[in-house]
């Protein structure tokens, strides 16, 4: 298990492949490999977005975090999980979020990589403050649902 | 030892700063001590709250030495 909050960019593509590289042990083993990746857009609630900030709240984020992961590693069988998660200064198309988790099979994948993203959205101490393009600073008051069609 | 009272992002802006020290003789509840601190500013809604790093309802108590927080729904993801 890796979690890590990153002050930079970072690919996420590449993450999932070095963070793969380094347990050979598991070859062969996995058949499922969720991965879940979460952007910046530059629009949210009929604005333009320009920017944004991400808070947290150093110790607590990572401890609520480590949980989330924890619980879904008893729910489901999991062989590893990677979550890496933005803070600070953000702009359009970067990633905000990695969720990746290895499994024997495809259900066990989903389904845990699906519950650390939500628990992730509504557990997890971080606050957006975007800068709209008109220059605006407003807080995100609270997450989409995020099924919106 | 005093209790280290933290703010986070809107309620940070609300308040006017990131941190307080409340020095209290007996367990208060999370509520009082918000009361204790803010006379003349209502309890924001939402408001979440942890203790030493671990959420809690406002009812719950804090006592010397504990860290608390105070912080709006939180939007990570």
């Given at each position: ?40 857009r530059?629009?949210?609630?009929g ?21 989330i ?12 999980s ?40 509504s ?27 | ?8 992002a ?12 409340l ?55």
């Amino acid at each position: 298990m890796l979690i890590e909050l990153r002050a930079e960019a970072f690919d996420p593509w590449r993450e999932v492949q070095a963070y793969q590289a380094n347990f050979q042990d598991l070859a062969g083993k996995f058949g499922a490999t969720a991965v879940f990746v979460g952007s910046m857009r530059d629009f949210n609630q009929g604005d333009g977005v320009s920017a944004m900030s991400l808070e947290y709240y150093p110790g607590m984020t990572e401890k609520q975090l480590q949980r989330i992961v924890e619980c879904a590693q008893s729910r489901w069988q999991l062989l590893n999980s990677l979550v890496l998660h933005r803070i600070g200064d953000v702009k359009p198309q970067d990633t905000l979020v990695l969720v990746a988790v290895w499994s024997a099979h495809r259900g066990d994948a989903f389904d845990a990589n699906r519950y650390i993203m939500e628990e992730l959205k509504s557990q997890a101490p971080f606050w957006k403050r975007e800068t709209l393009s008109d220059g605006r600073q407003r807080w995100v008051e609270k997450n989409s649902d995020g099924y919106a069609h | 030892m005093p209790i280290r009272v933290r703010y986070f992002a809107s309620l940070k802006d609300k308040v006017g700063r990131s941190e307080d020290e409340l020095i209290y003789a007996t367990p208060l509840s999370v509520r009082d001590a918000w009361r204790q601190l803010h006379p003349n500013l209502p309890l924001p809604e939402p408001l979440l709250a942890a203790v030493n790093m671990e959420y809690v309802d406002l009812d719950a108590l804090v006592q010397d030495g504990d860290e608390l927080g105070f912080f709006p729904p939180v939007t990570g993801g």
